[in-house]
Nanobody, 120 residues
Framework: VQLQASGGGLVQTGGSLRLSCVIS????????IGWFRQGPGKEVEAVSC????????YYSDSVKGRFTISRDDAKNMLYLQMDSLKPEDTALYHC??????????????WGKGTQVTVSS
């Protein structure tokens, strides 16, 4: 599975960004896909995930109510709509996939990240 994220950038506090991820390769093997991030000096954090079948989603408490994950199966695309952005959302965001389980953990495919910077 290959993953390519885009859509990051510099935005002011309260602004919005929409991240996109192109998914290619053995897409039928994917059981869950999602977004992880790593901020400066912070550990990698699971932001949001969605199962490949059905609409079960996961959001971290830090983004719940502000971020929305979605996918377009026809286009093999994954999205993350980020609203009401805060400086603490500043991070490198990675598109990830899990071919082993329908959970937002132990992702076995990672794409190069896209940088999101939120200015105060």
């Amino acid at each position: 599975v290959q993953l390519q994220a885009s859509g990051g950038g510099l935005v002011q506090t309260g602004g919005s960004l929409r991240l996109s991820c192109v998914i290619s390769g053995s897409t039928l093997d994917i059981k869950a896909i999602g977004w992880f991030r790593q901020g400066p000096g912070k550990e990698v954090e699971a932001v949001s995930c969605i199962r490949s079948r059905g609409n079960n989603t996961y959001y971290s408490d830090s983004v719940k109510g502000r971020f929305t994950i979605s996918r377009d199966d026809a286009k093999n695309m994954l999205y993350l709509q980020m609203d009401s952005l805060k400086p603490e959302d500043t991070a490198l965001y990675h598109c990830t996939a899990n071919s082993r389980a329908t959970i937002c953990s132990g992702m076995d495919s990672w794409g190069k990240g896209t940088q999101v910077t939120v200015s105060s």
